[in-house]
């Protein structure tokens, strides 16, 4: 197995029950890779968000680790960003406040100036340099994620993890803040892991999107690794002549595959698939193999 | 049209006039039925039955105290302003006591469930007790009864203020405390920089359920140990038959309890948050 930079072996989720353990999900294996964005995409209750919690060191899996930079992760870090669905910025501060919050909390030797410069630093690229003293209540739903994506990136961790952060935000919002996250990521090059639900979304952020399957008993079930080239823009991607053939897939995985009985990816072998004619053979192969497993 | 808070007003004094206006029609001596001899008129004899002052003469009594509040003409004649003071300065020491205690530990309580568990028998027999129950044991024990009335404050103030900030602190959000674990605060920053702030407007409202009690049990407490405050001078005048004063001290105590408990609304207003 390559040296990947977060590595994810064997999980499993098992909430125990007097009459039978619910299995959450179980042997999950993903590798990341340094500067990597990956997606993961999967139904309702299969574990996306506990998979999370367990790489930002929220949650305990029940078996299996998780290792980043050849160390094992054991509870929170501030190598390891997190932005939840629902903001999570303190109330009683205001934005720069909160973005100061995260710089303070990383950066422990910098002065008050320093802190406020680099805050307003970020807070300019996800453009609410106008919103500086404003309070979360008085902003809108997106303005109020943008503050949370300042502050996860102006705390520049290893990894940043991304629950869902564009969910209960409306489309055209939704379109603005990921062409400013592929911005901000395009600057920093940071590896991102992150939940969504959307698979346009995913296939316009992401190197490679992770399927899983539903569940109990939820796996990753494939890897496709969209090699779509950048700086991608949510106008021009669809004009990629790859683009509605991984959609489909993506699209075909949910509705129709994803409550089948699927092995494992292990993230290198397993089923990964690409549209790049390079590894035209490996998709021909895995799909020869889905079929077989469904019709199985 | 007026506004709304012009036109509350407006009602509110239409609702005082008519008010003291019945109080004070009602209460006017009845004209004398004949010519008193000069014996009766020494005893009294005109009023056979005792009456509450109208307002007119309450005001102006209450004119004749505020006018002058903090002469002092020996221990059982002095101003209504010493009085309140006295019980003010008993109420806040208590209070603030209180404070020292109970909000620390309500933190240690809402934070641990454990401690949660193992004190919550000692609060529920505590605390229905009536705080001048207190009052033998404390008199026993501290042998001061300027210090006893304090300690009953003390006792009294110390639940609400104890309950919720216990609950506050146990009832914060567990996103912004995921919050200050990615961020690796310590335990302590947690507690100030997290914790503290959301469950300020929580804890600011026990102490306004605490300042509001306080209030009340001072003034009974001051019955009981006698000496100063407005509690003793409501008693002490009742005992001298000046109906005038304890209807005006009455009021006093209104309108000190209700500037108190404006005072923490303040405080209150500034530590809100929107969510």
Not at chain 1, 39 to 51: A, E, F, L, Q, R
Not at chain 1, 113 to 133: P, R, W
Not at chain 1, 226 to 242: C, T, V
Not at chain 2, 30 to 52: H, N, W
């Amino acid at each position: 197995m390559s040296k990947h930079f977060v590595r994810v072996e064997g999980l499993s989720k098992v909430y125990p029950s007097k009459q039978k353990d619910t299995v959450v999900f179980e042997d999950v294996n993903i590798g990341i890779d340094k500067g990597e964005f990956v997606c993961i995409i999967g139904h309702s209750g299969c574990g996306k968000s506990t998979i999370l919690n367990v790489l930002a060191g929220l949650d305990e899996p029940t078996l299996g680790v998780v290792t980043m930079d050849e160390k094992e992760v054991s509870g929170p870090s501030l190598d390891r960003g997190v932005v939840f669905q629902n903001y999570s910025l303190l109330p009683w501060l205001n934005t720069l406040e909160n973005v100061n919050f995260g710089v303070k909390a990383r950066f422990r030797d910098w002065n008050s100036k320093q802190v406020a410069e680099h805050s307003s630093k970020f807070l300019a690229m996800v453009g609410l340099s106008e919103a500086l003293t404003k309070k979360p209540s008085e902003l809108s739903g997106g303005m109020r994620q943008r503050v949370s994506i300042a502050r996860a990136f102006a705390t520049s961790p290893k990894l940043l993890l991304l629950d869902e952060p564009f969910g209960a935000l409306d489309a055209l919002t939704r379109g603005v803040i990921q062409d400013e996250l592929i911005k901000i990521w395009g600057e920093t090059q940071q590896t991102v892991f992150m939940i969504t639900h959307d698979v346009d979304e995913a296939i316009l952020l992401a190197d490679r999107i992770l399927l899983m399957s539903n569940g109990p008993n939820a796996r990753v079930a494939e890897s496709v690794v969209i090699d779509i080239p950048r700086p991608r823009n949510r106008a021009n991607i669809i004009e990629d002549p790859h683009y509605y053939k991984i959609r489909n897939h993506l699209v075909n995985f949910l509705i129709n595959r994803s409550s089948d009985e699927l092995p494992s990816a292990d993230g290198e072998g397993g089923v990964t698939l690409s549209v790049n004619p390079a590894r035209q053979e490996i998709f021909k192969k895995t799909n020869e193999s889905i079929k077989a497993i469904a019709a199985n | 049209m007026a506004s709304l808070n012009a036109r509350a007003m407006l009602v509110s004094l239409v609702i005082l006039l008519v008010l003291g206006g019945l109080w004070e029609a009602l209460n006017q001596p009845p004209p004398a039925s004949k010519q008193l001899t000069e014996y009766e008129l020494m005893m009294g004899a005109a009023d056979q039955q005792a009456r509450v002052p109208p307002p007119s003469k309450v005001l102006a009594h209450a004119w004749k105290e505020l006018s002058n509040p903090f002469y002092d003409a020996g221990p059982n004649d002095k101003g209504i302003g010493i009085q309140l003071a006295y019980s003010l300065y008993r109420v806040i020491t208590g209070f603030v006591a209180a404070a020292l205690v109970a909000i620390p530990l309500g933190f240690v309580i809402g934070m641990s469930p454990l401690m949660h568990r193992a004190l919550n028998p000692f609060i529920q027999v505590l605390r229905p007790i009536s705080p001048l129950a207190w009052m033998p044991l404390a008199l026993f024990v501290i042998r001061d009864s300027e210090q006893s009335a304090i300690f009953v404050i003390f006792i009294c103030s110390i639940w609400p203020m104890l309950i919720n900030t216990a609950f506050g602190v146990a009832n914060v959000r567990s996103d912004w405390v995921n919050v200050a674990r990615t961020h690796e605060l310590s335990q302590l920053q947690t507690a100030f920089q997290v914790i503290l702030p959301a469950a300020a407007p929580t804890i600011l409202t026990g102490m306004r359920i605490s300042i509001g009690i306080a209030w009340l049990v001072i003034v009974a407490a001051e019955m009981l140990v006698g000496g100063t405050g407005i509690g003793y001078y409501v008693w002490n005048e009742w005992n001298n038959l000046d109906l005038n004063s304890v209807i005006f001290s009455i009021l006093m105590i209104g309108i000190i309890g209700m500037l108190l408990d404006m005072a923490l609304g303040t405080v209150a207003r500034l530590v809100e948050y929107e969510e």
